[in-house]
């Protein structure tokens, strides 16, 4: 039903600065699959099947990772190396994917706003490729939120339990339970010192955003950091109708952090291998 997933990745990824000097911090592979490929999955089996990208420097990268490549695919056809691009295949056969530029890094809410030419008027699902979200025995974090976009119709946000000390590194939420595992935002706070933190629920790297969050955002001022928050519209979102924030099922890997990337790296290669 909801058909756009938004990625925004024309961050500058710091953190992994030399690599990201030339290269998305999203295309870092945790194994072979750069950690867009690993949303995108998670995005296709939420139903969506148009990949919206918001870019900046080495958006080449990006944009050739999802097209063609026919020198090296006529290079390894017929050999044993062939059904290595298999599910790459797969997924440029089902997919759309488009591409968008931020060409001044003003902040998460401004590269999702930049992302309004490739959403249509609808809700739009989003994910921060840099979080890696797994759910073992069950369906993928924006799947679940499908599920409570479905039945809500308004926007969702994924959250967290985070140590009190930890909130400093995420937009916190606050609200009423509604129902097991799904609250009612009355408040929301950018990166707040752990002492003003209206609670220990973190907002991580998966939104279902209605199409109205783009009139916010248009009139949202600069917040921390003096960059325009997706929080600060959220909050506005709140007040105006309902957001709601879900408690999703599974694990969160913090891929654009040195230790949640390595996690991650290890997780997969005994899930793959077998081994530690
Ligand atoms: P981060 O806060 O992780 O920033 O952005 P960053 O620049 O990617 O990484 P560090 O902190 O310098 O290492 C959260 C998400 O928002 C996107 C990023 O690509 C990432 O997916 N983003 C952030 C944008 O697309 N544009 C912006 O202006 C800011």
Redesign the pocket.
């Known amino acids: 039903m909801i058909q756009t997933c938004l990625f ?9 600065l030399p690599a990201t000097k030339s290269l998305p ?1 999203e295309m870092l592979p945790i194994l072979t699959k750069p950690l867009v490929h690993y949303g995108v999955d998670e995005a296709f089996e939420a139903g969506m099947d148009n990949m919206a990208f ?1 870019v900046g420097r080495g958006k080449r990268a990006l944009e050739d990772y999802f097209d063609i490549s026919y020198e090296l695919e006529h290079q390894i056809a017929g050999t044993n190396k062939e059904p290595l691009l298999d599910e790459i295949r797969n997924l440029m056969n089902k997919l759309t994917f488009s591409f968008t530029r ?1 060409n001044e ?4 809410g ?2 999702i706003y930049t992302g309004k030419t490739l959403v249509r008027d609808e809700a739009f699902g989003v994910i ?3 979080d890696l979200c797994v759910n073992e025995n069950g369906e993928g974090v924006l799947a679940q939120m499908m599920r409570i976009y479905e039945r809500y119709r308004c926007s969702v946000v994924a959250v967290m339990e985070v140590s009190k000390e930890q909130t400093k590194s995420y937009g916190v939420v606050s609200g009423r339970v509604i129902e097991d595992g799904l609250l009612m935002v009355d408040d929301m706070v950018e990166k707040p010192d752990p002492a003003d933190a209206p609670s220990n629920l973190a907002i991580i790297g998966r939104y279902i955003l209605t199409p109205d969050i783009f009139n916010i955002l248009e009139r949202t001022s600069p917040g921390k950091n003096g960059e325009i928050q997706i929080t600060d519209a959220l909050k506005t979102q709140a007040k105006q109708g309902m957001v709601l924030a879900y408690k999703f099922k599974g694990r969160r890997f913090d891929c ?1 952090s040195i230790e949640g990337f390595v996690e991650a790296t290890n997780y997969f290669y005994e899930k793959i291998y077998g081994k530690k």
């Open positions: 925004p990745a024309a961050g500058y990824g710091t953190r992994f911090k918001v931020q890094m003003k902040g998460l401004h590269a921060l490729a840099d654009g």
